[in-house]
């Protein structure tokens, strides 16, 4: 039976989390500056609730026309589960394999590897953080390559995609002096909205 | 008291043994690298037991370690007390272990995946990395027959049967696709257009069967006169086609001359005939003039028709 | 007499935060800002002796109050409380002028230790 979730997000939800995710995403920035010796932008998340297939309608930190690469990786924990998605615009291979100091000709596998490695730290990091403010505990699948040098269309629209509705909280990092462009993407599965408000309201509470 | 520490040692004992079934790998590695726990998995597939390996560094244990490639990995996990994940694509495996289905295994070595978790101490500082092996062989080797199988249909769809030159379809997307090429770039690019003289009368006189090795010999021999970068197909019956890349009229031209004196000159012996054959052909190099790819094709074939009305095997430029 | 406290944030939810996490027992005024701007009107109107101000924020940003600020020689003791911990991001604002960061998410200890550290409370 697939009952349509009633499921809602209050402004004050809202706001609360957008501020969650900026604290999350600036312990991963953290990071990713320490890492790679850079400082990092840090833009105002965006929240939002809206349907699985307008999921392009998030992801507007990146223009449809880029080629782009990207992975995503599971996470479950307290009733809450959801997808990290890290979708790079091409053009900032170049600039990534500079400061993570990888030898060798740009080719496929070495983005591959850039690709692996910022998603290790971006998504690992600002899951993390969103769990200690929610007090909860996620754990991650094994990450999965969606595609390379792909259409950002065909990236996110191959799915048949089994929610309707998703709290998708988008993130888009750029990298101060460099042509860096990459967007994270957290989505909340519709039956851990619920749960996840139950959390932010006890945050909003005391 | 003494009760719930003999639950708890029973609980720990059940536990660890459990830990030693577990179909996935786990190592324990302190800051040096040094192995600091081997599991039975681990110990099965590299035939190595724990007492053998612990304290000793992993890169001399297991050469076939990439040690930059894992140090890359394994220090950012160190410094950042962050996890890290590997996957197969990256690198087929970390441990080089072999395939152990003798009759359904399909690939030589197992393909893993693997998580490297930062195992903290009380203040926070990371002291010992786990690196967890998964063995990934079946989605491995599916994913990539799949791709080969998609690739081979691929290819199929875009090729002309008996030629093996690409179809009429694929080649005109070829086409399109330099046509649009050349006027973002400015490029110069020349397209090609031949026929068999005669060939009607090769089949009446020799049969079908005969007319085919022609056609294939034709296609052969264009496919040895031609620089790789060209683009060939089989346009119709006995007609061909060709995209010169970065070729202009004239270097077309000496192109379509080569290959016509190479035609001209073979024998095609096919069951007890031997047939002499001739071709023409009609070059056209790109312009302003020309609006779509379409048009380019039709005056190759202009060219191609003067080449008839010439006297046949002979190359002319349209102009 | 009650310390005029501004806080300036971006969120709802971090200014509740922050007000919940000043020390218990302090007497103090509080103001709400939600930018930038908004801030600097406070402390002009003289409700801003203790700022804890957001840097990421629309209209305008920490950065830019701090220099705000410190150009118009503003009197406020500016304590940025921010999820922008990199060290960069740190070593910005100590230059144009606050007193000191605190790394969000905010709560009483973190607060309380600042405020006394500066002899403020």
């Known amino acids: 039976m697939n009952q349509a979730l009633n499921v809602k997000v209050t402004e004050e939800q809202r706001d609360c989390y ?50 782009v690469s990207g992975v995503c990786q599971g996470f479950i924990g307290n009733g809450i ?3 990290a998605l890290l979708i790079f615009n091409d ?68 799915n048949n995609y089994r929610w309707s509705k998703t709290l998708a909280i988008e993130i888009n990092y750029k990298i101060e002096g460099f042509d860096i462009n990459c967007d994270l993407l957290l989505l909340f599965a519709e039956d851990s909205i619920d749960s996840l408000n139950e959390k932010v309201n006890f945050l909003l509470e005391d | 008291m003494s009760n719930t520490s003999a639950d708890d040692f029973k609980e720990m004992h059940a536990l660890m043994s459990m830990l030693q079934n577990l179909d996935v790998g786990l190592v324990i590695l302190d800051r040096n690298y040094h192995i600091q726990l081997w599991n039975s998995f681990m110990e099965s597939h590299s035939g190595k037991y724990p007492y053998e390996v612990k304290g000793k560094s992993i890169f001399t244990e ?47 070595f197992m393909f893993q995946n ?3 978790i930062p195992l903290g101490s009380a203040d926070g500082n990371v002291e010992r990395i786990g690196i967890i092996i998964y063995d990934v062989t079946d989605i491995a080797v599916n994913r990539v027959e799949l791709k080969s199988v998609n690739d081979e249909l691929k290819r199929l769809s875009r090729t002309d049967k008996l030629t093996q030159l690409y179809n009429r379809g694929y080649w005109e997307e070829c086409l399109d696709k330099e046509f649009k090429r050349c006027k973002r770039t400015g490029s110069t690019s020349s397209m090609l257009m031949f026929d068999i003289d005669h060939f009607k009368k090769v089949n009446d006189a020799y049969g079908h069967p005969t007319g085919d090795e022609v056609i294939k010999t034709t296609a052969n021999i264009l496919r040895e006169t031609m620089r790789e970068t060209d683009i060939a197909g089989r346009y119709g019956g006995e007609e061909y086609v060709v995209i010169l890349i970065n070729a202009n009229a004239e270097q077309a031209f000496n192109f379509a001359e080569r290959l016509r004196e190479r035609i001209a000159k073979t024998v095609v012996h096919h069951l007890d005939f031997s047939v002499n054959y001739t071709v023409s052909l009609g070059i056209c190099e790109i312009s302003d003039k020309i609006v779509n790819h379409s ?25 | 007499m009650a310390t005029k406290v501004l806080i300036c944030d971006d969120s709802n939810f971090a200014r509740k935060q922050m007000a919940r996490s000043l020390p218990d027992g302090w007497e103090v005024d509080i103001t709400f800002a939600g930018n930038g701007e908004e801030a600097l009107q406070a402390i002009k109107a003289g409700q ?19 220099e705000n600020i410190k150009v118009n020689d503003m009197n406020a003791l500016v304590i940025v409380v921010s999820g922008d911990i990199q060290p960069e991001a740190r070593q910005r604002v100590k230059n144009l002028g606050a007193i000191d960061f605190i790394k969000k998410p905010i709560n009483k200890a973190k607060a309380e230790l600042i405020l006394k550290e500066y002899g403020i409370l």
Not at chain 1, 101 to 122: F, H, P, Q, R, V
Not at chain 1, 143 to 156: E, S
Not at chain 2, 311 to 317: D, E, F, K, L
């Open chain 3, 48 to 66: 801003g002796e203790v700022v804890f101000l957001d840097l990421t924020m629309p209209v305008m940003d920490g950065f830019e109050t701090l």
């Open chain 2, 114 to 116: 693997s998580t490297l």
């Open chain 1, 81 to 83: 589960s959801g997808e």
């Open chain 1, 91 to 158: 053009a900032s291979f170049n600039d990534i394999s500079k400061l993570l100091k990888y030898g060798g000709e740009l080719d496929t596998s070495l983005e591959l590897e850039l690709l692996m490695d910022t998603a290790n730290i971006l998504i690992g990091a600002c899951l993390r953080g969103i769990a200690e403010q929610l007090d909860v505990v996620f754990s991650q699948g094994h990450p999965i390559v969606l595609g390379q040098h792909v259409n950002l269309n065909d990236l996110v629209q191959a």
């Open chain 2, 295 to 319: 048009q380019w094709i039709e005056m190759s074939d202009q060219g191609l028709y003067r080449s008839k009305e010439a006297g046949r095997n002979t190359s002319t430029i349209y102009t």
């Open chain 1, 18 to 67: 957008q501020e969650i995710s900026n604290v999350a995403m600036g312990q991963a920035a953290d990071l990713l500056a320490r890492l790679l010796h850079v400082h990092v932008i840090l833009p105002i998340p965006v929240v939002n609730l809206l349907e699985v297939n307008e999921l392009r309608m998030a992801l507007s930190g990146i223009e449809s026309s880029n080629s």
């Open chain 2, 62 to 108: 297991f050469p076939e370690i990439n040690e930059e490639w894992f140090r890359h990995k394994a220090e950012s996990v160190f410094l950042l007390n962050n996890r890290a994940f590997t996957t197969w694509e990256q690198r087929p495996y970390l441990f080089k272990f072999k395939n152990y289905r003798p009759i359904t295994g399909k690939a030589e």
